[in-house]
């Protein structure tokens, strides 16, 4: 399993984790609160993608990004 923490503040925490599994690949975006009462991890959003759909979801993003970075670096 691989885990990326996508956001963190002192106060709160957002990761993604994604595993390959005999059925395709399983994606979750896991949250954690630190100063809460009881802190433990929370699944917020997970599905299953096939390969496609995590290679269209990869696009996507990229795709994004293209738009993003040449605006902040002013090229």
Not at 7 to 30: K, N
Request: net charge positive; glycine share 2%; aromatic share 6%.
């Amino acid at each position: 399993m691989r885990t990326q923490i996508l956001h963190a503040t002192p106060a709160y925490e957002l990761s993604a984790q994604l595993q390959s599994t005999p059925h395709g690949h399983h994606l979750q975006f896991v949250s954690f609160v630190p100063t809460a009462r009881r802190p433990e991890p929370q699944v917020r959003f997970q599905t299953l993608l096939s390969r496609t759909e995590l290679l269209a979801l990869r696009a996507l993003i990229d795709a994004q990004l293209q738009v993003i970075v040449p605006a902040e670096t002013g090229a």
